[in-house]
């Protein structure tokens, strides 16, 4: 008889794919055939050794060709493709899950590295903001390197890491704000906020680590974070207008990063089996490494200029 797999109502559409029966039939039959005794010894001997390297099971493997086995069923069916396990169904290429946003994630990592270096070698470490940048840039790095290595393989840890260092990378812009907007002239403040921000982040950390990894408040979290950083950079860009002739690359950062992200709305079944809403917002965002940086450059260039001449940092 002809498998029923009509999409059904959950509180989690997400989810509806590894929800039917047919997937859930299809894993266990698999396991019981393919992951025990002499079966799952041919499958680890035969298994590429990048494969069992970023930690490829048999029972892995299994979900991965079931998925596929009943996303062919409901396109049969004339069924919208469903979600698995809270993601689009992709096609993995070598180790890689999401092979679209592992290379997008691996572009800002390394755009962000180059700009960092450039930085470097043309801004003295005399500017006043020179170690403020630096540390940012390098959580900015180790963001772009966690984000990586969950689109290449998702496990318990390292989605929490790709998370985690996301909203450390978001707190961290507005203490790199705060400290260029109050804390040059007064930094008891940033000081001040720079513990209440840490606070924030262990707050936020252990919530969503041993009470609920509610992804909800984690996105509602980061949102409301975001749109500080937003609103305090453009109304420290207003100001400056007229004596800043670079204030608009730091507005046009903040503007794009903030539209930009916005692509995550579109959510559609991945173009090929590859490209998704999320990987098109990450490749959409590595641009924009070269234009805040160029902003830094010249920021911190003025700043050391001013402090040399005594005049008042605005």
């Known amino acids: 008889p002809k498998q029923d797999v009509r999409p059904f109502t959950t509180e989690r559409p997400s989810s509806q794919g590894d929800k039917e029966p047919v997937y859930r039939?299809?894993?266990?039959?698999?396991?019981?055939?393919?992951?025990?005794?002499?079966?799952?010894?041919?499958?680890?001997?035969?298994?590429?050794?990048?494969?069992?390297?970023?930690?490829?099971?048999?029972?892995?493997?299994?979900?991965?060709?079931?998925?596929?086995?009943?996303?062919?069923?409901y396109q049969a069916e004339g069924y919208r493709v469903p979600q698995f396990h809270g993601k689009w169904p992709f096609a993995r290429f070598l180790c890689f899950e999401e092979p679209a946003s592992a290379l997008a994630s691996l572009l800002n990592g390394l755009a962000c590295l180059l700009m960092l270096l450039r930085y470097r070698s043309t801004v003295p470490r005399q500017s006043p903001m020179y170690h403020t940048i630096n540390a940012f840039s390098l959580v900015?790095?180790?963001?772009?390197?966690?984000?990586?290595?969950?689109?290449?393989?998702?496990t318990y840890l390292t989605e929490k890491m790709d998370y985690f260092c996301a909203t450390a990378v978001i707190l961290y812009s507005i203490y790199l704000c705060c400290v260029r907007t109050l804390g040059l002239r007064r930094p008891g403040v940033s000081s001040m906020v720079g513990v209440l921000l840490i606070l924030a982040f262990t707050s936020h950390v252990s919530y969503l680590t041993f009470v609920s990894f509610d992804y909800g408040y984690n996105m509602a979290a980061?949102?409301?974070?975001?749109?500080?950083?937003?609103?305090?950079?453009?109304?420290?860009?207003?100001?400056?207008?007229?004596?800043?002739?670079?204030?608009?690359?730091?507005?046009?950062?903040?503007?794009?990063?903030?539209?930009?992200?916005?692509?995550?709305?579109?959510?559609?079944?991945?173009?090929?089996?590859?490209?998704?809403?999320?990987?098109?917002?990450?490749?959409?965002?590595?641009?924009?490494h070269f234009l805040f940086y160029s902003f830094l450059i010249d920021d911190s260039l003025y700043l050391l200029n001013t402090e040399k001449m005594g005049v008042k940092v605005e």
């Open 25 to 73: 039939d299809c894993v266990k039959q698999c396991v019981r055939t393919n992951c025990t005794g002499a079966r799952l010894r041919g499958f680890q001997s035969a298994q590429p050794q990048y494969m069992a390297l970023t930690g490829w099971t048999c029972r892995d493997d299994c979900r991965y060709q079931c998925m596929w086995t009943t996303v062919g069923l």
């Open 140 to 154: 900015s790095l180790n963001a772009w390197f966690w984000s990586t290595v969950f689109h290449t393989r998702d």
């Open 222 to 288: 980061n949102a409301t974070i975001g749109m500080v950083n937003l609103l305090w950079w453009l109304c420290w860009c207003w100001q400056n207008r007229r004596t800043l002739p670079y204030w608009w690359k730091c507005g046009l950062v903040v503007v794009l990063l903030h539209g930009l992200a916005l692509l995550e709305l579109l959510d559609f079944p991945p173009l090929l089996w590859v490209l998704d809403a999320h990987a098109v917002w990450h490749l959409s965002t590595i641009p924009v």
